[in-house]
């Protein structure tokens, strides 16, 4: 598959028929890759997908038929499937279940992102509810949400605004964890109370272990995928594609009852396999919206520093995440690894304030982002530029 990433920037350009239609492919696309849950459900869940997505199409479209659909999800890409006029979009490109039948990349993204039914796909609940609880427990979940709207922004904010109700240091100390260590051995957890207290840690899930095993990405150390290829063997990948692309992909085996990992990759260095029993890990929405962009801070605060520069990570009681200085200059560094116009406008109309002179960066893979977001964030006085930009401009300095 393209290294594409279908973000809700590209969904906003999509209208609304076209927006339920998706809705109900990817959730049908889902449930048709998931091994778990009883036959009988799965296929009902088809059939209501099958029904929205006709009534998405209207009186007067021509919706797939019942297996003219199953059989696009498994093969064509998003955009056979939409209603109406192709928009731009790359998400028209993608396709959502790879040859094998199992989930895309953007299948995982979009389910996050899918209606309230996507709580009904087996095996993906568990990261969904366990979202939910976490955010309904800080007093962030409005009713009837479309979690879409609530996502990358909304939980980012409640999570650190609450860490930082413990003072600084415990923020600091929260924040840092939750990026370098997205799993804990259960009898570390004693050691991280705040932690344990707000409840983002839990059970290993059932879609990132097999015969009862887990094992770390070599890259970001949260829990690979792990697709079972038939009953004595499976593939373990991460859910980040670029670091599948850097050789975050092993196949997992047994020959003598011992099971063992073989790179599928350029990494070459095994990572453990570890009994689920015993560990706990973020869940999928935590992982992706404060891991994943916790390692971009982390890794520019090195560069910066390298560059020169005065660098203070996650200022506290502050909007953004890196406070920068060199030579009579500042930075006042805003870290989005997602390309989300309309969710990082909800945020800044929220704190007008913090917004001005504001740099906001995104990962040089999403640099065909950076003229929306301008567009859209102009207006608050913040400018967009990619990691590889910033170090440039501080290294100049
Ligand atoms: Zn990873």
Request: aromatic share 8%; hydrophobic share 40%; glycine share 8%.
């Amino acid at each position: 598959m393209l290294a594409l990433e279908a973000t809700p920037a590209e969904i906003d350009e999509l209208d609304q028929c076209q927006r339920d239609a998706l809705d109900a492919c990817v959730i049908a696309a889902m449930t048709l890759c998931t091994r778990e849950g009883d036959a009988r459900g799965r296929a009902r869940l088809l059939m209501e997908c099958h029904g929205r997505y006709t009534r998405s199409w209207g009186v007067f479209g021509k919706a797939a038929s019942f297996p003219a659909f199953l059989n696009q999800l498994q093969s064509a890409p998003v955009g056979a499937l939409l209603p109406g006029p192709a928009s731009w979009s790359e998400i028209w490109e993608v396709r959502l279940l790879e040859n094998d039948g199992t989930a895309t990349a953007t299948l995982t993204r979009l389910i996050m992102e899918a209606s309230g039914q996507a709580h009904e796909v087996p095996g993906l609940s568990a990261d969904l509810r366990h979202l939910h609880s976490v955010l309904r427990a800080l007093g962030k979940l409005p009713p009837g949400a479309r979690l879409a709207r609530i996502a990358a922004e909304a939980v980012q904010h409640a999570v650190f605004r609450t860490l930082q109700q413990a003072g600084f240091a415990a923020y600091t100390e929260g924040r840092r964890t939750l990026v370098n260590e997205p799993v804990l051995g259960r009898r570390a957890l004693s050691r991280y109370a705040l932690l344990t207290d707000l409840g983002v840690y839990t059970g290993i899930s059932p879609v990132r272990q097999f015969a009862s095993q887990w094992a770390p990405c070599p890259l970001c150390k949260w829990t690979m995928r792990a697709t079972p290829r038939g009953r004595h063997s499976a593939e373990l990948a991460c859910e980040d594609e670029r670091h599948r692309q850097r050789g975050a992909r092993f196949k997992m085996e047994s020959d003598d009852g011992q099971w063992r990992l073989k790179p599928l990759g350029e990494i070459r260095e095994k990572p453990e396999l570890r009994p689920v029993e015993g560990w706990i890990a973020l869940s999928y929405g935590l992982w992706q919206w404060i891991t994943i962009p916790g390692l971009l801070e982390i890794d520019l605060e090195a560069l910066v520093h390298g560059a020169g520069a005065d660098v203070r990570l996650w200022p506290f009681g502050d909007s953004y995440d890196l406070h920068i200085t060199k030579n009579g200059i500042t930075w006042r560094v805003d870290v989005k690894t997602w390309a989300d116009p309309q969710g990082i406008a909800e945020q800044m109309r929220a704190d007008p304030e913090g917004c001005s002179g504001l740099t906001v960066v995104i990962p040089e893979h999403l640099r065909g982002y950076t003229a929306v977001l301008n567009r859209v964030l102009g207006p608050f006085g913040a400018r967009v530029i990619t990691d590889l930009d910033l170090v440039v401009e501080v290294r100049a300095a």
